[in-house]
């Protein structure tokens, strides 16, 4: 198999689809004038490097978001953390009567099983900060999240979040 050199600009060229570049040509130092690649023997030569792609933007670490459910004259208010396996409810909860808070978490809408859940004690008639990790151990972690207050394990009021 020979080598095919595809492009020659300047300072770099790009042989057998990698792309070399001859250091220190468009520097402050003495360009460089040597007359063969020392990857390649082609073009150029002094100390030649492969170049790289620069490297992919990650997404953001992670989104928060507001939320809030009442049941009746209780309500469970605050901030959703989507991250990238994981999904932290964090809020106060106003009780009146006994309440808990559930959480989980999803790829999609109306996807079962959920990635993961969680679920706070009983509190009565207080007034509590409530925070809730909900696993997601998923490449890119949840998409939405379930939050429901309820009185018993059968009934209750749900809202959904989504990233």
């Known amino acids: 198999m020979g080598t095919e050199l595809i492009k020659q600009e300047g300072d770099f060229h790009v042989l057998n689809a990698e792309v070399h570049v001859v250091s220190g040509a468009n520097s402050s130092q003495t360009p460089c004038r040597a007359t063969s690649c020392g990857r390649c023997g082609r073009f150029g030569g002094c100390r ?3 170049a790289t792609a620069p490297a992919a933007t990650a997404a953001p670490a992670s989104v ?13 208010k605050g901030t959703v953390n989507f991250s990238a396996r ?3 409810i964090t809020g106060t909860l106003h009780a009146v009567g006994c309440r808990y808070v559930k959480a989980e978490a999803y790829v999609g809408v109306d996807t079962n099983p959920p990635l993961g859940r969680n679920q706070s004690p009983y509190y009565c008639n207080t007034n509590v900060p409530i925070t809730l990790p909900v696993p997601a151990n998923k490449p890119g972690g949840a998409d939405n999240v379930d939050i429901s207050l ?14």
């Open 86 to 88: 994981n999904v932290t």
């Open 150 to 163: 309820s009185a018993d394990a059968d009934n209750g009021y749900l809202t959904t979040v989504f990233k």
């Open 48 to 50: 030649a490097r492969v």
């Open 64 to 76: 928060s978001r507001p939320f809030t459910v009442k049941y009746g004259a209780s309500i469970y």
